[in-house]
C-alpha cells in the first residue's frame, strides 16, 4: 500500500528533551517536507527537502532539525530549544516536475508533559 | 512575503452551494491548490489549478485568475460530511515551496 507513514500518532515531550518524528515514504518522490498546525491556524513550513542529502529551512525552522539520508526517510527532531512544541505535525512529499502536488502523512500529535 | 489571504470560517446549509474565495502575492506564482482537512487528519487534495480558468470535478470546482492573483473553491449540493477546513495553498518557483492559507472553516447545517 503506497503512501507516507507518519509515527508516532501520539507523542509527549518533557522539559528539556529532544523528540524525533518519524516520516517514511514508499512513493519514490524526491521532494518531502515538514508542515505544522497550530489549532485555527494553516499549514506552516518547518524544512523541506528537494534531493537527497540536502534541506532548506522553512518559515519556523528555529527549534528544529533535519535529516535526508535516504530517499524514504526525512525525520523530524524537535529539540528543546523550541519553547512552544504543542501542535500537530504533517509530513508530505511530492513529485517534483509533477505539479508538486502534496501527498500527506496521518500526521503526529506533540504535546508537552 | 508571499501572503495567502481566505476566511476564518463559512457557514452553510445542506443542499446549497458554497464559495470559499483566496487571494495570493502572484510574484513567482507556480500553481494553486486547493486541500480539504477534517479535524486530526491529514489534508487530502482536491484540485489544482495553473491556468486561468474553470476546473470542475465532481460538486466541486476551482478557478483561478492569476492576473488578480485570485482563486475560488466552489462547492455544490453541499452535504453534512463537506463540514471541514479548506485550505488553500499556492507554488511559488522562489524556493521551491508550497505556501498555505490559514484555512477556511466550513460548517454545513441541516
Known amino acids: 500500500d503506497g503512501g507516507i507513514t507518519q509515527s508516532p500518532k501520539y507523542l509527549f515531550r518533557k522539559e528539556g528533551q529532544n523528540v524525533t518524528l518519524s516520516c517514511e515514504q514508499n512513493?519514490?518522490?524526491?521532494?518531502m517536507y515538514w508542515y505544522r498546525q497550530d489549532p485555527g491556524q494553516g499549514l506552516r513550513l518547518i524544512y523541506y527537502?528537494?534531493?537527497?542529502?540536502?534541506?532548506q529551512k522553512g518559515d519556523i525552522a528555529e527549534g528544529y532539525s533535519v535529516s535526508r539520508e535516504k530517499k524514504e526517510s526525512f525525520p523530524l527532531t524537535v529539540t528543546s530549544a523550541q519553547k512552544n512544541p504543542t501542535a500537530f505535525y504533517l509530513c508530505?512529499?511530492?513529485?517534483?516536475?509533477?505539479?508538486?502536488?502534496?501527498?500527506f502523512g496521518s500526521g503526529t500529535q506533540l504535546s508537552v508533559l | 512575503g508571499q501572503n495567502i489571504d481566505q476566511p476564518t470560517e463559512m457557514t452553510a446549509t445542506e443542499g446549497a452551494i458554497v464559495q470559499i474565495n483566496c487571494t495570493y502575492q502572484?510574484?513567482?506564482?507556480?500553481?494553486l491548490f486547493w486541500y480539504q482537512q477534517h479535524a486530526g487528519e491529514a489534508p487530502t487534495f482536491l484540485s489544482y489549478?495553473?491556468?486561468?480558468g474553470l476546473e470542475e470535478k465532481g460538486r466541486f470546482s476551482s478557478f483561478l485568475s492569476r492576473s488578480k492573483g485570485y482563486s475560488y473553491l466552489l462547492l455544490k449540493e453541499l452535504q453534512m460530511k463537506d463540514s471541514a477546513s479548506y485550505l488553500c495553498?499556492?507554488?511559488?518557483?522562489?524556493?521551491?515551496?508550497?505556501?498555505f492559507g490559514q484555512g477556511t472553516e466550513l460548517s454545513v447545517k441541516p
Open positions: 508530505a512529499a511530492s513529485d517534483r516536475g509533477k505539479n508538486e502536488k502534496l501527498f
Open positions: 527537502s528537494q534531493i537527497v542529502n540536502d534541506f
Open positions: 495553498a499556492v507554488f511559488y518557483n522562489q524556493g521551491g515551496k508550497l505556501i
Open positions: 512513493l519514490n518522490h524526491d521532494a
Open positions: 489549478n495553473v491556468l486561468d
Open positions: 502572484t510574484s513567482g506564482f507556480n500553481g
